[in-house]
């Protein structure tokens, strides 16, 4: 099988994993819901960037062996450290200086 061919199966498999999380989170109260919106949000775009790009025949194995390959990418998501918070208050600062310097002009 190719490395184009088990990232099918492992999007499929993936999506229907979210799908499930997705009527699980449904049938939660609306704080509920809030509480894991940005669980849900991430494995979404783990899922997007799977459609973007191919894993290596070796890793979608791996990942297939897994009975929830989303939820384990997503628990290594988690001890990652992003520059998100930073990148979000580097888009505060320069949206607050575009807009002081429209009002200059």
Known sequence: MTAEELTTILYRKMKAEQDTYRDWLLGLSPMEILDHAYEYSVREDILMALEERDVTVEQ?????????????????????????????????????????FRDLV
Not at 66 to 94: F, G, H, N
Request: aromatic fraction near 8%; charged fraction near 30%; include cysteine.
């Open 60 to 100: 979608g194995s791996a990942l297939l062996d897994s009975p929830c390959p989303l939820a384990d990418i997503y628990r290594e998501w988690q001890k990652l450290e992003t520059r998100y918070m930073e990148d979000v208050r580097d888009t505060i600062e320069s949206c607050a200086n575009r807009l002081v």
